[in-house]
């Protein structure tokens, strides 16, 4: 009973560094968001997929990268991480027809 | 665009004492609105969706249109009510994806 799982759950970056965050799903979700958490500002979307193979920008997209390789997988990557990038990353998915969203645990991330 | 607005940071209640966490939200047409419910170390998750009009854990929350808000209320605080909350709209165009107001973290004191 995963639901939707992240990877890592915690990591810290030098300025420049690249890596990528994973996400999964087990419920067959057609739709899949990444979302940012900062304090004072609650959840912002980066770029969420309709479905298997499209991906669109969200409201703070700048800095990211996604690949949706598959219906189950949906990955977010840094390519040259910035201080201004850290926060808490959440992924989420539901299906179209269903009103709730199901979210991931979590990463958080610190970039020095 | 839309927007969802949670004024207080922080609201501190004793156990027994009635809870209303404020919602506003700005959108010309008819959005969805939900409470989320982040409790400590746990994911988030949904709490009440104003279409089910239902009551879980004991809160309701109201969609008033005419003020733009999804007030969520609680007549008697429990102590495992302490949590982060969040208001959240999804307008039925395009990503269907969720705006979230900032969060009202609840504490409910002994």
């Known amino acids: 009973n995963a639901g939707v799982t992240q990877t890592p759950k915690f990591q810290v970056l030098k300025t420049g560094q690249s890596m990528t965050l994973q996400c999964a799903q087990d419920?067959?979700?057609?739709?899949m968001y990444w979302y940012r958490q900062d304090p004072g500002m609650g959840l912002r979307l980066i770029y969420y997929?309709?479905?298997?193979?499209?991906?669109d920008k969200g409201e703070v997209p700048n800095g990211y990268n996604v690949s949706r390789l598959n219906k189950r997988e949906f990955s977010l990557r840094l390519e040259s991480a910035a201080p201004s990038q850290t926060s808490v990353y959440f992924c989420?998915?539901?299906?179209?027809?269903?009103?709730?969203?199901?979210f991931g645990q979590g990463t958080r991330l610190t970039v020095v | 665009a839309q927007r969802v607005t949670q004024p207080e940071k922080l609201l501190s209640v004793f156990k027994g004492a009635p809870v209303e966490l404020k919602c506003n939200y700005s959108?010309?047409?008819?959005?969805?609105l939900f409470w989320y419910v982040q409790y400590s170390r746990q994911r988030l998750q949904l709490l009440l969706r104003?279409?089910s009009r239902e009551s879980i854990k004991g809160f309701t929350a109201d969609l008033n249109k005419g003020e733009t808000s999804f007030h969520l209320k609680k007549p008697f605080a429990q102590e495992e009510d302490s949590a982060m909350y969040y208001c959240?709209?999804?307008?039925?165009?395009?990503?269907?994806?969720?705006?979230f107001g900032s969060g009202t973290r609840l504490q409910v004191q002994p």
């Open positions: 959108y010309s047409g008819s959005p969805e």
């Open positions: 989420a998915s539901k299906d179209p027809g269903d009103t709730e969203a199901f």
């Open positions: 959240a709209l999804r307008v039925d165009t395009g990503r269907r994806a969720l705006t």
């Open positions: 104003h279409i």
């Open positions: 419920m067959n979700h057609n739709s």
């Open positions: 997929s309709a479905s298997e193979g499209t991906t």
